[in-house]
T-cell receptor, first 112, second 113 residues
Framework: GQQLNQSPQSMFIQEGEDVSMNCTSS?????WLWYKQDPGEGPVLLIA?????ELTSNGRLTAQFGITRKDSFLNISASIPSDVGIYFC????????????FGEGTQLTVNP | DGGITQSPKYLFRKEGQNVTLSCEQN?????MYWYRQDPGQGLRLIYY???????QKGDIAEGYSVSREKKESFPLTVTSAQKNPTAFYLC????????????FGPGTRLTVL
């Protein structure tokens, strides 16, 4: 199945820095989701986006639904050590029924 | 507490044996999903079910089988036909086909020796 292009694949940052990651596709999506996965655990839903141009925050996390409906962005402000993990984007296309398409993840490392 | 449970957390099997992974949810969700995750990779869909007694193949269904006899349960059998079964398996559920948010269980790590 089609994968979303998620970048960067990995990031190494210092505590307190801001982080940005994104997902892009050649297809149009009508929903974007962002998940975080800790080692050995299942992904946890962080933010859900439903409208083109929508900007939604969850604490220090902010995500945007791209205006073209082909991309989405996640920003983390003032990173802390517990932000370490893998961040996945996921999208739902109108033609895909109840299936989601996942990005390959961004591995975030935060140095104290 | 409402949620999705997967058991066991770790599972070891000998090559050539079939093994069944459990997934149970008490969220009253209609749709359930099985994903496979390999180190450093994203999630690949194995099978999904949008309603009881119905299921569809995902992108990597070969060597796997499922059943959906009850709304709350969606067990996955990894058969001996699966060539590389060692992986992290994740179960997810969603309220229904008209919803968008999938929620995941804690996962089962299967190691085939």
């Amino acid at each position: 199945g089609q994968q979303l292009n998620q970048s960067p694949q990995s990031m190494f940052i210092q505590e307190g820095e801001d982080v940005s990651m994104n997902c892009t596709s050649s297809s149009i999506f009508n929903t974007w989701l962002w998940y975080k996965q800790d080692p050995g655990e299942g992904p946890v839903l962080l933010i859900a986006l439903y409208k083109a141009g929508e900007l939604t925050s969850n604490g220090r996390l902010t995500a945007q639904f791209g205006i073209t409906r082909k991309d989405s962005f996640l920003n983390i402000s003032a990173s802390i050590p517990s932000d370490v993990g893998i961040y996945f984007c996921a999208g739902r296309r109108e033609t895909s029924g109840s299936r989601l398409t996942f990005g390959e993840g961004t591995q975030l490392t935060v140095n104290p | 507490d409402g949620g999705i449970t997967q058991s066991p957390k770790y599972l070891f099997r000998k090559e050539g044996q079939n093994v069944t992974l459990s997934c149970e949810q008490n969220l009253n969700h209609d749709a359930m999903y099985w994903y496979r995750q390999d180190p450093g990779q994203g999630l690949r869909l194995i099978y999904y079910s949008q309603i009881v007694n119905d299921f569809q193949k995902g992108d990597i269904a070969e060597g796997y089988s499922v059943s959906r006899e009850k709304k709350e349960s969606f067990p996955l059998t990894v058969t001996s036909a699966q060539k590389n079964p060692t992986a992290f398996y994740l179960c997810a559920s969603m309220a229904g086909a008209n919803y968008n948010e999938q929620f995941f269980g804690p996962g089962t790590r299967l190691t085939v020796l």
